[in-house]
């Protein structure tokens, strides 16, 4: 057979080959792997595996996992020690498939590292690259270019679609907006990482110049002639003398499959153009087609089956009504935002009580699984007998349903029937941060447990105040409105009460709505919630959270109620701060004991966010900056700090549960002209 082939074609053949066996201990490295059903000596970890049919799938439909692949043998980047890096060039084709059409986790890396397999890396936000304690560490000797598709504002993601060049940790030395240049006039053109859709990326370090370029496109477009990201530095001080290639992918909340289709790579030389011919084939996007046995046979079948149409129809009939839904015309602009009924019926089990979570406010909150997805949910059912304001409501809920941030619980969208309102949330299966710390909890989470989510929903609350679209006042933070996911990570939820309006503009609210212990005075006077009047409610939760009490404990009939606030003040004010920490947190069973510089950094943060005067409150983005050690926490003392300058007006012609509305106004829900619809749901939170 080979005699019959033209000798240009047999040496070009001859030459792939060696190529492909030349050690990795040799200078100029090169390989090539069009599909890899002959990989068997690919290093994988994790869940990543090799398919039947060639493809490289690093991560699974499986949550919170990670997968690692690595060319088996290290490569020599420097031929004598101390030496510089030479010039090297890979390209792969990559393709990221998620349940969801717009929300995936969490990416896929191209890593030059020091060890395979990655050992103590984290999946989720960290991509199986670094962890906690050593993500940005310069003992790290890691180079990443990431192809990011979650919003991580910890790392300065500029958005959940990017790219971008990593240097020993997870805050990108550049990053852009995933896309390409096509041609020479036809202007930036945008993609999308979780398409689901197959593209190139080549990636080439020029070691005279120093520079290292990224470039982008999809897999049936020619390598654009422009670079989506530069980035001039020398990699020697960064590279060893011998280092691992490969790749790293992993997976948050949301099901997704990483694929890596082929790989080229070269030492010293520009890396062989894959052959696209040759690339296995992804998983068929949709529905499966229709059996043309089906199809064929369907018209014949139906004459035989007349009587069973007839059944089925009166059938269908007397399920439509019991799953009848309200929707109106206008709603139809919120698309995949609005759920059907009879998928939340099926996914709560009829709505069981033994699939109740809990009840508050206006609602209960069940449990629930959808059947298409198989996706966890939270499903509180809110009555309504008024159509007034509902237009507004649901504009609102659309706005609440694009917000995205690793410490937020996801409003996934609503459903409408007869005289309910259904909102549906992303399920949290630890439930909620108060049954933790009070009443005696079986469970009780130590200080580092506590302090995370402390700084958990800080940066939640700072996206609502400052980094999302609007302003966002949340208006009833505290614990039992902080959920705890798989990994006891905080994330603030229950956004029945939440307010919108543009930055640079302020609010009209004049509601006064909230949890008694929470309120900022200014808000109980005026009305009007503002990011202060939250601040003041996080000071609140913070004394919450590290003195497991709640801001107001009655002590009875015959005794004052204790106002946790004034205590924790009058423990300053003694100098002995410290007392106030909860003493159960040295009881916990699940993790190291406390620190208490973090402790007294929290208490007196507190008090500085519970100030009467809101001007001299914090904003979010300042606490978070405490939390994180990046500003020194003022000397309370040089404030002017007193007791009268901390304590809520307990009381004030309120009662002690919810302060907007009393059950007399349950039939008023949605009727009032001058509120947000938005004010009438769940004041009494969970």
Not at 8 to 27: F, Y
Not at 83 to 107: D, M
Not at 413 to 429: A, F, I, Q, S, T
Not at 613 to 623: A, W
Request: with cysteine; net charge neutral.
């Amino acid at each position: 057979m080979f005699s019959k082939l033209p000798i240009t074609l047999l040496l070009s053949l001859s030459i792939t080959v060696v190529l492909l066996l030349v050690p990795a201990s040799t200078k100029d490295l090169s390989f090539t792997f069009n599909g890899f059903k002959s990989a068997v000596n690919l290093n994988l970890d994790g869940i990543a595996e090799i398919t039947s049919n060639g493809l490289l799938k690093l991560t699974n439909d499986t949550k919170q996992q990670k997968g690692h692949a690595f060319y088996p043998d290290p490569v020599t980047f420097k031929a004598t020690p101390n030496g510089t890096v030479p010039s090297f060039s890979t390209t792969f084709v990559f393709a990221i498939r998620s349940e969801y059409a717009t929300l995936s986790g969490h990416g896929i890396a191209f890593v030059i590292a020091p060890s395979k397999g990655l050992p103590g890396a984290l999946p989720s936000q960290y991509l199986g690259l670094f962890n906690e304690s050593n993500n940005g560490n310069a003992t790290n000797h890691v180079a990443a270019v990431e192809l990011d598709t979650i919003y991580s504002s910890e790392f300065g993601d500029i958005n959940d679609n990017h790219v971008g060049i990593d240097i020993n940790g997870l805050r990108s030395e550049k990053s852009a907006s995933a896309g390409y240049f096509a041609g020479k006039n036809g202007g930036f053109k945008n993609l999308t990482l979780i398409s689901g859709l197959a593209m190139r990326v080549w990636v080439e370090y020029d070691a005279v110049k120093e520079q290292m370029n990224v470039t982008l496109a999809p897999v049936n477009v020619v390598k654009p002639q422009s670079p989506l990201l530069s980035l001039t530095r020398d990699l020697s001080p960064i590279i060893n003398d011998a280092m691992y290639v490969g790749f790293s992918s992993s997976t948050g909340s949301v099901l997704t499959s990483h694929y890596i289709l082929g790989w080229s790579f070269m030492i010293n030389g520009q890396a062989q153009e894959l052959d696209l011919s040759e690339l296995p084939k992804l998983p068929r996007l949709g529905p499966k087609k229709k059996s043309k046995l089906l199809t064929i046979g369907l018209p014949a079948t139906c004459l035989s089956l007349a009587a069973l149409v007839i059944w089925g129809f009166v059938y269908f009939i007397r399920r439509k009504r019991k799953f009848a839904e309200l929707v109106e015309d206008w709603e139809h602009e919120y698309g995949p935002q609005r759920y059907k009924y009879k998928d939340l019926y099926i996914a709560t089990k009829g709505f069981k009580d033994k699939e109740l979570l809990g009840t508050g406010g206006f609602g209960r909150v069940y449990k629930g699984v959808l059947s298409s997805s198989k996706t966890e949910i939270a499903v509180k059912r809110v009555s309504h007998e008024s159509r007034q304001g509902m237009r507004e409501f649901v504009a609102e809920i659309a706005s609440l349903g694009r917000l995205r941030h690793r410490n937020l619980v996801p409003l996934l969208g609503y459903c409408r029937r007869k005289g309910e309102l259904l909102l549906v949330y992303d399920y949290m299966p630890n439930g909620s941060l108060d049954k933790y710390i009070h009443d005696n909890p079986k469970t009780t989470l130590n200080w580092r447990q506590r302090f995370r989510v402390i700084k958990g929903v800080a940066s939640g609350l700072c996206y609502l105040h400052e980094e999302w679209d609007q302003v966002v006042i949340h208006r009833d933070v505290k614990a039992s409105n902080v959920l705890l996911d798989g990994e006891l990570n905080g994330r603030l939820g229950d956004f029945g009460l939440a307010r919108l309006y543009d930055h640079g503009t302020d609010p009209q609210t004049t509601h006064v709505v909230g949890t008694l212990g929470y309120l900022a005075p200014e808000h109980t006077r005026t009305g009007k919630a503002t990011t202060s009047s939250d601040v003041f409610a996080f000071g609140a939760f913070l004394l919450e959270v590290a003195c497991g009490r709640r801001p107001i404990e009655g002590r009875g009939a015959a005794a004052e109620d204790v106002i946790l606030v004034d205590w924790v003040f009058s423990c300053w004010s003694r100098g002995s701060i410290i007392e106030a920490m909860d003493p159960n947190m040295g009881k916990s069973e699940s993790g190291p004991g406390f620190m208490e510089e973090e402790v007294e950094l929290v208490l007196k943060l507190a008090l500085l966010c519970s100030h009467l005067d809101p001007g001299v409150r914090p904003s979010m983005r300042q606490v978070v900056s405490f939390l994180e050690r990046d500003v020194a926490l003022p000397d309370l003392s040089m404030l002017g700090l007193s007791a009268s300058g901390l304590t809520f007006s307990h009381r004030e012609g309120f009662d002690d549960f919810a302060m907007s509305y009393p059950s007399s106004m349950d039939k008023a829900f949605f009727s009032h002209p001058s509120s947000s619809v938005a004010e009438s749901l769940l004041s009494g939170g969970r």
